[in-house]
C-alpha cells in the first residue's frame, strides 16, 4: 500500500461519544498534519508532528487530542464534538515540516456530529 | 497576516473552451506557491509547485504561472474529467501552508 492512509472513511456520532480518527503513512516522510476542511471554507490546520513531536497546535479546542506515536501513525482523538464540528478531516504528510515540501494528503475522514 | 484568495468561486465550462483561474495572495517572504486538485469525496492532490515569480509549469491541460502578487491556472481545451475543485497554498518562510477557498470548475460535455 503507497500513499497515505485514513480510516474510517465516514464517521456518524453523537456529541457524547468518544471516537478516533486514524492515519498512516507509507512514504517514509517525517512530518505528519491535521487539517479541518468544512463546506466553503479554506483547509485550516490543526496540528502538526515532526518525528512524532507535536510543533504546532493552532488553537484547536482540546475536545480534539492528537497522538503520534510514531512517525508513520498519527490519530485523532474525539470526545464530546458539537455539531460544528461536522466536518472533512483530512490528515497529510511530508519529509520534513514547512519550508517548500508539498504535501501529500489522505482521503479524509467525513464526520457528521449529531 | 498571510492571505490567499482565489476566483471566481466556481466556473462552468463547455468541453474545449478554455479558461484561466485566478490565485490572489499576500504574504511576506513567499517560500512556495502550490495548486491542488481535489475531487469530491477526497484529499486534494498535488499539481504544481512555483517558487518565483515569472515561473511556469505545464502538465496535460494544465499551466500554472506566477506573478509577485498573483497566480494563474490557466486551463486549456478542458474536459469533462478536468471537473474538480482547485486549491491555491502559499508557503512564507519558516511557516505553514495557507489556503484559499477554492474554484470549483465544472466542464459540461
Known amino acids: 500500500e503507497t500513499g497515505v492512509t485514513q480510516t474510517p472513511r465516514h464517521l456518524v456520532m453523537g456529541m457524547t461519544n468518544k471516537k478516533s480518527l486514524k492515519c498512516e503513512q507509507h512514504l517514509g516522510h517525517n512530518a505528519m498534519y491535521w487539517y479541518k476542511q468544512s463546506a466553503k471554507k479554506p483547509l485550516e490546520l490543526m496540528f502538526v508532528?515532526?518525528?512524532?513531536?507535536?510543533?504546532e497546535n493552532n488553537s484547536v479546542p482540546s475536545r480534539f487530542s492528537p497522538e503520534c506515536p510514531n512517525s508513520s501513525h498519527l490519530f485523532l482523538h474525539l470526545h464530546t464534538l458539537q455539531p460544528e464540528d461536522s466536518a472533512l478531516y483530512l490528515c497529510?504528510?511530508?519529509?520534513?515540516?514547512?519550508?517548500?515540501?508539498?504535501?501529500?494528503f489522505g482521503s479524509g475522514t467525513q464526520l457528521s456530529v449529531l | 497576516e498571510d492571505q490567499v484568495t482565489q476566483s471566481p468561486e466556481a466556473l462552468r465550462l463547455q468541453e474545449g473552451e478554455s479558461s484561466s483561474l485566478n490565485c490572489s495572495y499576500t504574504v511576506s517572504g513567499l517560500r512556495g506557491l502550490f495548486w491542488y486538485r481535489q475531487d469530491p469525496g477526497k484529499g486534494p492532490e498535488f499539481l504544481f509547485t512555483l517558487y518565483s515569480a515569472g515561473e511556469e509549469k505545464e502538465k496535460e491541460r494544465l499551466k500554472a504561472t506566477l506573478t509577485k502578487k498573483e497566480s494563474f491556472l490557466h486551463i486549456t481545451a478542458p474536459k469533462p474529467e478536468d471537473s474538480a475543485t482547485y486549491l491555491c497554498a502559499v508557503q512564507a518562510r519558516g511557516q505553514n501552508f495557507v489556503f484559499g477557498p477554492g474554484t470549483r470548475l465544472s466542464v459540461l460535455p
Open positions: 497529510a504528510s511530508s519529509q520534513v515540516p514547512r519550508d517548500r515540501e508539498k504535501l501529500f
Open positions: 508532528y515532526s518525528l512524532e513531536e507535536r510543533v
